[in-house]
């Protein structure tokens, strides 16, 4: 145990490692002077930051729409390695000079859990749109919001087909069309329950039927997110204990991320990769059960939740532990 003397400012040292990307000049006697409890709970609230905002300012790409970027691309392909590297510059600026420290771990957590590759096609152009509308809204909001804003934005359309799952449908002698499994597989196995929550194959397939006709308008000029209701399977469906009743249209889809959002195997599931980014690689069991009530008494109030965490005993006895490695980004 640390001596009396260095208690506090390795405490504060812990929490700025793993609430935030680690301490600037003055940061940890700032959290001692604050104390952690009312740190976290500004960090839970965050307010403007003017001084960011300025340092932002010389990356204007990062307000661009996806179809001005892809304006720009077209008339010059070489724009868009501007572009790119300006999201990538901006999130390195942010990581350092950010004062709300956790909403950007928690932007970078969730951008990770609802990956899209930026070297994926269209969403090369798409990607910066993707970050700052479909993710940094909603990382202490409620996930039922987020994971509707990260599957239905046009880059996770992409990125998982979804913009080719449509209804098969009969052309003359051809069958035109036909359901894409990707999103509808990443959905379960990865967004919401987990690969072990005991879905089938049969689950798959209806939920990639809820998901047909969601797509993007034009992936050359717009990149818009377009629902087509010719495209969209309308029939009944059945997706891991949830009945859609038939003629329910773009609806089909709120219905499903309302039963995956508030599902007991998403709340655990979500509460153990939170407990492993932010307290130990093989987390507690206890500390997970405890994160997924608190998920399902809230509504899946994300704040609650990391308010929790960043309450519970286990994060802290870390403190005095071997710490966790850092990745290259936080390192």
């Keep these: ?25 003055g940061d940890i006697d700032a959290v001692l002077q604050r104390g952690p409890t009312r740190w976290i709970e500004e960090q839970l609230d965050p307010g403007p930051d003017p001084e960011l905002d300025q340092r932002l300012a010389r990356y204007p790409t990062l307000s661009y729409t996806t179809a001005r970027v892809l304006a720009l691309f077209n008339a010059d392909p070489r724009s868009i390695g501007v572009v790119l590297d300006e999201l990538t510059s901006a999130k390195v600026v942010r990581a350092v000079h950010a004062k709300n420290q956790l909403e950007e771990v928690l932007v970078d957590f969730w951008f990770n859990h609802f990956n899209v590759f930026v070297n994926d096609g269209f969403d090369r152009y ?14 202490l909001g409620r996930f039922r919001d987020l994971l509707a804003a990260a599957s239905l934005h046009p880059a996770m359309l992409f990125y998982l087909d979804n913009y080719l799952n449509t209804v098969p449908r009969r052309v003359g002698n051809r ?3 036909g359901i894409n499994e990707n999103q509808g597989r990443e959905l379960l196995e990865l967004h919401t329950v987990g690969v072990d929550a005991g879905y089938t ?15 993007i ?25 949830l009945s859609v009743p038939a003629g329910g249209g773009a609806g089909d889809a709120e219905r499903l ?32 059960e405890r994160l997924a ?15 929790a965490l960043f309450g519970s005993a286990e994060l802290w006895a870390e403190a005095f532990g071997a710490g966790k490695p850092k990745t290259p980004l936080e390192y």
């Design 1 to 25: 145990m640390p001596a009396p003397e260095t208690l506090g400012p390795r405490v504060a040292l812990h929490l700025l490692n793993r609430a935030g990307y680690g301490p600037r000049p």
């Design 126 to 139: 798409s990607i910066s749109s993707y970050e700052r509308d479909a993710i940094r809204p909603h990382v």
């Design 175 to 177: 069958v035109v069309g």
């Design 201 to 215: 194959q049969a689950d798959v397939v209806e939920a990639s039927r809820c998901l047909t006709g969601h797509g």
């Design 217 to 241: 308008d034009n992936v050359t000029t717009s990149g818009a997110y377009q629902y087509r209701a010719a495209n969209h399977d309308n029939e009944s469906k059945q997706v891991f204990g």
């Design 257 to 288: 991320f309302d039963h995956l959002a508030s599902h007991p195997a998403t709340a655990r599931h979500l509460s153990r990769r939170l407990c492993q980014r932010f307290v130990a690689d093989d987390p507690p069991a206890g500390l997970v």
């Design 293 to 307: 009530g608190v998920y399902l008494a809230t509504g899946a109030d994300l704040r609650e939740v990391v308010k």
